[in-house]
């Protein structure tokens, strides 16, 4: 069974994600679409108080099985939009693990630190500052396969640009370098800090 398509957004909180994919899931009409949002996940989780030790290891279990979750879909041949925010480096090395590279369209979704603090401010379910702690550590890895920036282009301009790329993705992947890189080398992405919430 063939694997299906994985377009991957990884950008910062605020950055236009979501926005992205669900403008995706609606103009991609060449295969059966699923989006799959690390947000959701973390929704489904109880809401009872845990000490930070326990949230930390619910958090990391979280994400593991968010990863683990988009590369079942995918195996059986199903379509998926996934939106992430690689904030903490061993998510890339988890992804890189679990994911097929080839499988994988890795796009970076970049949005200007002043557009990031007033999205913040606008949406205010968020922790102030969240995007800028995050700013420098999603993109870290510096490789994608496509990338487009949400403080010039609004989210379906952006999913319409994706969605012509998509055809044209090129036969070794973003996710292929990078595994190259960082798992058969045995490197990771520098700890440059961590960020708890997304």
Known sequence: MAGGRI??????????????????????????????????????????????????????????????SIAAMAEVGNDVVVDHVLSEPWRLIDCLTVLRPEDVLFVGVRCSPAELARREEARGDRPSGLAALQYDIVHQHGDYDFECDTSTAGPRECAELIKEFLPRRPATTAFTR?????????????????????
């Open 178 to 198: 990078l595994r190259a890189r960082y798992l058969a080398a045995g490197d990771e992405p520098p700890e440059r800090g961590h960020t708890r919430a997304t």
């Open 7 to 68: 377009i991957f957004l990884n950008g910062t909180s605020s950055s236009g994600k979501s926005s992205i994919a669900r403008e995706l899931l609606g103009i991609l009409d060449d295969g059966v679409f699923f989006h799959l949002s690390v947000d959701s996940f973390n929704a489904m989780r109880t809401k009872r108080n845990l000490t930070q030790e326990d949230l930390d290891t619910a958090l990391r279990r979280t994400r593991m099985g968010f990863h683990r």
